[in-house]
T-cell receptor
């Protein structure tokens, strides 16, 4: 059972366009991570957010953690083909501080030149 | 600084056989978690090892077992393989701290035939 619901499941856009990926849950998380995964590779950590309402920017990527720490979004500005990949959100369970993560099913992003 | 390394990268086994996967955590990390990722899904937590003991476990049968060595490296063993065990097996390391932030290896692609 996926506690984290990601939407959309698939997104195909042209280079230069903007996109937003959402990660929602009815549960509160102590932290939330975003990863990007290439085919046949392990997920690569992009960012960790821990405070409700927190916004973090990583070049053209903007991450936001919801005020209630139940949801998050990832916004990419002026997408490039190198942004293509599976974007995964993962939440840290509040009752468990030892690093167990609950993952969403992921959003497959394809950016075409 | 070496990241998380896993071996082998690919493996083909027959139903009923046993398999052992290996993981070396990132330097400075003492906690190893194992995840199973089926095609088109997010990673699912199998178990976590800290101080050579299984600290917590996900919803996986006893056929899945593991071990952590004094140098923090870890093994995942799966007995009596089923076709449904075919997946990408990911190892993640963390510092046993409170953020839940984890760094992943490239994974082992297990195919059961």
């Amino acid at each position: 059972t996926q506690l984290l619901e990601q939407s959309p499941q698939f997104l195909s856009i042209q280079e230069g366009e903007n996109l937003t990926v959402y990660c929602n849950s009815s549960s509160v998380f102590s932290s939330l991570q975003w990863y990007r995964q290439e085919p046949g590779e392990g997920p690569v950590l992009l960012v960790t957010v821990v405070t409700g309402g927190e916004v973090k920017k990583l070049k053209r990527l903007t991450f936001q953690f919801g005020d209630a720490r139940k949801d998050s979004s990832l916004h990419i500005t002026a997408a490039q083909p190198g942004d293509t990949g599976l974007y995964l959100c993962a939440g840290g369970v509040p009752t468990d501080s030892w690093g167990k993560l609950q993952f969403g099913a992921g959003t497959q992003v394809v950016v075409t030149p | 600084d070496a990241g998380v390394t896993q071996s082998p990268t690919h493996l083909i086994k027959t139903r009923g056989q046993q398999v052992t996967l290996r993981c070396s955590p990132k330097s400075g990390h003492d906690t190893v978690s194992w995840y199973q990722q089926a095609l088109g899904q997010g990673p699912q937590f199998i178990f976590q090892y800290y101080e050579e003991e299984e600290r917590q476990r996900g919803n996986f049968p006893d056929r899945f077992s593991g071990h952590q060595f004094p140098n923090y490296s870890s093994e995942l063993n799966v007995n009596a393989l089923l076709l449904g065990d075919s997946a990408l097996y990911l190892c993640a390391s963390s510092s046993g701290g409170q953020t839940g932030e984890a760094f992943f290896g490239q994974g082992t692609r297990l195919t059961v035939v």
